[in-house]
Antibody
Framework: QVPLVESGGGVVQPGGSLRLSCVGS????????MHWVRQAPGKGLEWVAV????????YYADSVKGRFIISRDNSKNTLFLQMNSLRAADTAMYFC??????????????WGQGTVVTVS | SYVLTQPPSVSVAPGKTARITCGAN??????VHWYQKKPGQAPVLVVY???DRPSGVPDRFSGSNSVNTATLTISRVEAGDEADYFC???????????FGGGTKLTVL
């Protein structure tokens, strides 16, 4: 059983929209802070957004603020990333990741395999 | 914004020790995490909170953090350790997560 599985990636034109999903299993999803991280081709890891459990606080990287929306449905153990006004610079592999709050100060201990978004 | 600086590349012979640094102002006051990333695979946490290892990670991987530099040390390097390595912190001032630019470890 794979703990995190992303879906929803694809090819979209500049200015278009896409919605990514990430389904969690094997851990208490509703108690976990969940993040989106991306890696553009040939580049490093870039944090995109976080949604905390409980109060559902959300934070975004400056590069996506105002265009992307992170949300979650705890009844379905699912994390979402609504991506609007997409740009070529958003082309990347998008990973969802769990924050290991119980045993660390912010480490990401579980990662999905990623889903590819191409804006062209 | 907080910036983490890593060397782009580090090369080491098999069986030797590799040291990958992550530099930033006062990084010693923060918890630093390290990830191994191989092409086509998800990142893997290898060190968290400066120097702790998740279960299943070999004890050849260790970490330290002091003042302005955090270091990931890989002892007795193996060919399978060849990967990109990223440091990561939570910038509590901005509530943003920050990754270093990554270091490509080459096993000669």
């Amino acid at each position: 059983q794979v703990p995190l599985v992303e879906s929803g990636g694809g090819v979209v034109q500049p200015g278009g929209s896409l919605r990514l999903s990430c389904v969690g299993s094997g851990f208490t999803f509703k108690d976990s802070g969940m993040h989106w991280v991306r890696q553009a081709p040939g580049k490093g890891l870039e944090w995109v957004a976080v949604i905390w459990h409980g109060e559902n606080k959300k934070y975004y990287a400056d590069s996506v603020k105002g265009r992307f929306i992170i949300s979650r449905d705890n009844s379905k153990n699912t994390l979402f990333l609504q991506m609007n006004s997409l740009r070529a610079a958003d082309t990347a592999m998008y990973f969802c990741a769990r924050e290991w709050e119980q045993k660390s100060n912010g480490a990401f201990d579980i990662w999905g395999q990623g889903t590819v978004v191409t804006v062209s | 914004s907080y910036v983490l600086t890593q060397p782009p590349s580090v090369s080491v012979a098999p069986g030797k020790t590799a040291r990958i640094t992550c530099g930033a102002n006062d990084i010693g006051s923060k918890s630093v995490h390290w990830y191994q990333k191989k092409p086509g695979q998800a990142p893997v946490l290898v060190v968290y909170d400066d120097s702790d290892r998740p279960s299943g990670v070999p004890d050849r991987f260790s970490g330290s953090n002091s003042v302005n530099t955090a270091t990931l040390t890989i002892s007795r390097v193996e060919a399978g350790d060849e990967a990109d390595y990223f440091c990561h912190i939570w910038d509590t001032d901005s509530d943003h997560q920050v990754f270093g630019g990554g270091t490509k470890l080459t096993v000669l």
